[in-house]
């Protein structure tokens, strides 16, 4: 039977766990359709979600349907956990994007739609609440249309709107051979001369929703089950299988890892050829190596490892089985280093960020009793599973500090670690995190034997600055074979490191640092004696010069600050505007669009998004309480207005050399 690896999507609270109870239970895998409010949510497993409401872990779970088996994976729509949806969209044949027939496009499915459009994941839309009082059909449509901007394609009406008789009736609208002749020409031509068969039609809705070019809408009810076998006969008919060679070389992508009873490391992972096979030896990690002049891109370290179980998800559960196959979802034992983004085997997809990194950072600070160390073996495994949470160690100051998307996030952490590992914490006052970006070109070198160098190493680095996004890439203008390439691998790793922190402490995500010069002092023996240290050069030389060769390289060229920006959307009485307009500018907004729709004015623009929370909280006072903001994270922008924000170092700090060599070696010149 054919597979099928879909993924619910949603805004939270928009009843996307609720869809899938339903959907589990038309397909006959539970008798009875659990509920979000009492916990008892097939999906919703951890109490904390339980306890909440919201899904914090995206969640596998199969079922067949006529002539496909879908493992179905809810995703969190909270804000807070967009990671655990991110991670999940590398692994998805198809979606469905769940959307409020009340409350209609919200924040996050807007930034949802993007997401899947751009990765060209086929989606339908299916829009719940039909049943409750407020709901709209041809308003949320339109919508859809304007807010969205994308080929919609409705798959009927809806009846007794508002009502528990709110009921779904199936058809296809006359618009939909206009939607899809937009992308057929043979359909166009067939339109133009004369009437186009219904089979025809039919024909090329499944074939353009495959290649996500029209996304098909259905609405109804999770909670009352209107309109959702219509959406079952979607999945199964319009939705592309699985892809996968089973008799290929072993690939597979993992991308969510657990701790089990006796913390030992599961993966999941989707397996995109071969199979993968109980007792075998396997190798994993993240794999991206580039060659040519021995340049490469990221760190492509790569282990070995023998699977010690797996489990396969089917009717509803997971099932022990020696082998897991192409197209596959397995859980997976005995790889203990494995990572979130590791590739298994022949590296197949390559593991991306679609959605912007947290922007926020806060330090966590232990309640009486609770011991440092086991905080920070208990953060590290919890950043294991969630790997922008980000942990930071600042030994000086004896703290650890955390990034987050929000403060809802921040709450789950602490009660994880109260529930879980029984460490009681609280947090200081929330930050935002900026980045760091070179202005210019900067170089500089320090040659061995030569003072003010106290290193047996030669290093040359020169700095460029990169476009955004772009990441970090280090290039070689020396021959590789000019020193042992365990050299050249100490000076890459301790550039990435180093670049943790600029000048002003903060990270610097993208540039081009390029090596210039390079030189070191071969192994010295004596006869009748050992290796001298004292007189060859060793990794520790090049990972302790580096960062001062660095440091300097990026004082020349100069950096700048920049602060995450939101682009933000408020809908609000066309009479209030004129009072929202400056306070927009006083909070730093900078406003690109304003306009007025009848008795409804919208403003767009960007603010700083350590404002956002200031204009969530002065908004209702402003229009009436009518006011609506949608924000989300959109680039960084140079800082321009007050002090500029510096981040507390926690490395040997290379700014000042006496105290880098102080902390660093004991060989410093007077």
């Known amino acids: 039977m054919h597979l099928l690896n879909l993924g619910i999507l949603a805004h939270v609270d928009a009843g996307k766990t609720s869809l899938t109870e339903r959907l589990l239970h038309a397909a006959g895998v539970i008798d009875e359709v659990g509920s979000v409010d009492d916990g008892s949510t097939r999906t919703d497993t951890l109490a904390l979600e339980r306890q909440r409401g919201i899904t914090i872990k995206s969640a596998v779970v199969s079922f067949p349907l006529d002539s496909v088996t879908v493992n179905l994976i809810d995703t ?342 109260a529930d879980e590992y029984g460490l009681d914490v609280t947090f200081r006052e929330t930050t935002t995190l900026c980045v760091e970006r070179p202005v210019g070109t900067g170089q500089a070198v320090e040659f061995n034997k030569k003072d003010p160098n106290p290193f047996l190493a030669t290093v040359g680095l020169r700095v460029d600055p990169a476009p955004p996004g772009s990441g970090v890439r280090f290039r070689l203008e020396v021959e590789l074979g000019s020193m042992p390439y365990a050299f050249f691998k100490a000076v890459e790793d301790t550039v990435r490191e180093t670049l943790g922190q600029g000048l002003h402490g903060w990270q610097i995500p993208d540039c081009t640092v390029t090596m210039t010069h390079s030189g070191y002092s071969p192994r010295q023996s004596h006869a009748h004696q050992g290796f001298d240290k004292s007189m060859s050069s060793t990794g520790y030389d090049f990972r302790g010069l580096t960062p001062l060769v660095l440091i300097e390289a990026l004082r020349r060229a100069g950096t700048q600050v920049h602060e995450p920006m939101h682009r933000f959307r408020i809908e609000a009485p066309a009479d209030t505007l004129g009072a929202l307009l400056p306070v927009l500018a006083r909070l730093g907004a900078v406003t690109e669009s304003t306009e007025a729709h009848g008795q409804e004015g919208v403003l767009e623009g960007a603010v700083p998004a350590a404002r956002v929370h200031e204009l969530e909280q002065r908004l209702p006072g402003l229009t009436r309480g009518e006011g609506e903001l949608e924000s989300a994270f959109d680039h960084y922008a140079p800082v321009t207005r007050g002090p500029l924000p510096e981040r507390p170092r926690t490395d040997h700090n290379p700014l000042n050399r006496k105290e880098y060599l102080l902390n660093v070696t004991r060989r410093v010149g007077d």
């Open 76 to 417: 969190p729509g909270h804000p807070d956990f967009i990671a655990e949806v991110e991670r999940v969209l590398g692994v998805l044949d198809g979606a469905v994007l769940v959307v409020s027939a009340v409350e209609g496009v919200q924040a996050q499915t807007r930034v949802l739609m993007r997401t899947l459009r751009r990765l060209r994941i086929p989606t339908l839309v299916f829009v719940n609440k039909i049943d409750r009082r407020g709901a709209r059909e041809q308003a949320v449509l339109r919508d859809l249309a304007r807010r969205l901007a994308v080929p919609l394609v409705p798959m009927g009406t809806a009846a007794a709107l508002g009502t528990r008789d709110a009921r779904f009736v199936p058809r296809l609208l006359p618009s939909t051979l206009d939607t899809l002749a937009d992308h057929d020409d043979d359909l166009l031509r067939a339109y133009v001369g004369g009437d186009v068969p219904d089979t025809r039609l039919r024909t090329a809705l499944a074939a353009q929703t495959r290649r996500a070019l029209v996304h098909p809408v259905y609405f109804g009810s999770a909670v009352t089950g209107a309109g959702v076998p219509e959406l079952i006969t979607g999945i199964e008919r319009l939705l592309p299988t699985a892809p996968g060679d089973p008799d290929g070389p072993l690939s597979g992508t993992v991308f969510k890892v657990e701790r089990g009873p006796a913390g030992e490391k599961i993966a999941y992972a989707r397996i995109l050829s071969g199979a993968l096979r109980v007792r075998e030896r396997v190798l994993f990690g993240d794999g991206r190596q580039v060659g040519g002049a021995g340049r490469r891109e990221g760190k492509g370290a790569r282990a070995e490892g023998r699977i010690t179980a797996l489990t396969v998800f089917a009717n509803g559960t997971d099932l022990r089985q020696d082998r897991a196959g192409a197209g596959r979802i397995a859980k997976v034992w005995g790889l203990g280093g494995i990572r979130i983004g590791d590739a298994i085997g022949v590296p197949g997809r390559v593991y991306e960020h679609h959605f912007a990194p947290p922007t926020l950072e806060t330090v966590v600070v232990p309640g009486a009793g609770t011991d440092r160390r086991s905080l920070h073996l208990a953060l590290t495994q919890l950043a294991e599973q969630d790997p922008l949470i980000g942990v930071r160690h600042d030994e000086l100051r004896g703290e650890t500090s955390v990034s987050l998307y929000g403060e809802v996030q921040k709450e789950v952490v602490q009660a994880t670690l």
